[in-house]
């Protein structure tokens, strides 16, 4: 009888401790994950913030890259060219 008690009260408490700590734990592990989803937002921010510092370096150091990007994104022409523009269908 008293061993049976003593069986009972120790799953008593193991079962009221899970209850108290399991929602905890699986907020840690949510936030675990999410920690290496950010880690990953990161580094992929890293990798785009690179390739953009070297495209301004590129823009600042390279005139023929300079006009090349004000052609294309500014339209900008020469003095004496002229601009056919191609309408597709």
Do not use: C, H
Not at 77 to 88: A, D, F, L, M, P
């Amino acid at each position: 009888m008293l061993k049976s008690k003593k069986v009972f009260w120790f799953v008593g408490i193991i079962f009221i401790l899970l209850i108290l700590f399991l929602p905890g734990y699986t907020k840690y592990q949510d936030l675990k994950d999410r920690i290496g989803e950010l880690g990953l937002e990161i580094d992929n921010a890293k990798l785009e913030n690179n390739t953009l510092e070297g495209e301004i370096s590129r823009i600042q150091e390279d005139p023929v890259y300079q006009e090349e990007i004000i052609r294309q994104k500014l339209g900008v022409v020469r003095k004496g060219e002229v601009v056919y523009k191609i309408e597709s269908e």
